[in-house]
């Protein structure tokens, strides 16, 4: 990630208003995360499959077990603030012009303002296999693919980074479109 971030840094133009919007996971031996905390920049960021539990987690949900207890108060103690309001300030969609943002896509027909979160967390053939106008042209991660997936109605840019070693970013300027790649 932090690759893609210095690569980005360098074709960045002045005087145009940049938004990165994160779509895939994060690790814990991401550097990014262990530097400035993301909340710092500017960012779109769009929740995740496994955050909804981690947030409750981290706001100290009950349980029995004692173990999960001892777990969560560790982990408690370890996330920062910062970061804990930056998960809980995520949205599990995002617009910006004709594009919409999602972590895996959404459901086919169903208007964008009005998706099912586990869709946008979760869903994969009804949408991979749509040729349906979404109303906007959607960019997702979620679904591995070797290389970018460009379609008249969505984009996924998941190359797997944990298993191939190649993450890719979109960089979208005005009507043209470019990929950055690590590895």
């Known amino acids: 990630m ?9 074709v960045h133009v002045p ?20 530097g400035q905390p993301a909340h710092e920049r500017e960012l779109a960021a769009v929740a995740l499959p496994r955050e909804p539990g981690f947030v409750a987690m981290a706001d100290r949900c009950r349980r029995d077990d004692a173990s999960v207890a001892a777990l969560r108060d560790a982990f408690d103690a370890l996330l920062p603030a910062a970061h804990r309001r930056f998960l809980r300030s995520t949205e599990l ?10 972590h ?18 979760w869903i994969r053939s009804p ?25 008249p109605n969505r984009i996924g840019i998941d190359t797997g980074a944990y298993r191939s070693g190649v993450l890719t970013c979109l ?12 590895g």
Do not use: M
Not at 2 to 10: C, I
Not at 94 to 102: D, L, P
Not at 129 to 151: F, K, M, N, W, Y
């Open 93 to 102: 969609s995002y617009r910006c012009g004709n594009h919409s943002f999602a």
């Open 171 to 182: 960089v979208l300027d005005g009507p043209s479109r470019h990929f950055l790649h690590t």
């Open 127 to 151: 949408f991979l296999d749509s040729t349906l106008d979404h109303g906007a042209v959607v960019l997702h991660g979620h679904s591995i693919a070797e290389c970018p997936q460009l379609r």
């Open 15 to 34: 005087g145009l208003q940049s938004i990165p919007v994160h779509l895939g996971q994060r690790g814990g031996d991401d550097p990014a995360c262990a």
């Open 104 to 121: 895996a896509g959404v459901r086919p027909g169903v208007p964008l303002g009005r998706p099912a979160a586990r869709d946008l967390r």
């Open 2 to 10: 932090a690759e893609a971030s210095a690569v980005v840094d360098e």
